[in-house]
């Protein structure tokens, strides 16, 4: 298998990501962000934690923060048993 198909092959996988942002994100955006849960950082930081079913709608997420803006600070894919509850 090359690396092509690879990364073909996993381009649909879903999974929890974790999307930073630098600022908070105002409360009236959180529905369009649906489906993520939306955390202001005391160090005036946003993250934003959920399931994504497919890097297309990853993709799609990151166009909003774009569109609103705010610096993207990191992006990461995370064990959904290790995600806080709080």
Not at 1 to 22: C, F, K, L, N, P
Request: proline fraction near 5%; aromatic fraction near 6%; avoid cysteine.
């Amino acid at each position: 298998m090359s690396e092509t198909d690879v990364a073909i092959e996993g381009q649909h996988e879903s999974g929890v990501y974790e999307i930073r942002i630098r600022g908070h994100l105002e409360h009236r955006w959180a529905n369009w962000f649906e489906g993520l849960t939306v955390t202001l950082e005391e160090n005036g930081e946003t993250l934003l934690t959920g399931p994504v079913v497919d890097q297309p709608a990853l993709h799609g997420f990151l166009r909003k923060v774009r569109d609103l803006g705010l610096p993207l600070i990191s992006v990461i894919q995370v064990d959904p048993n290790q995600v806080n509850s709080d």
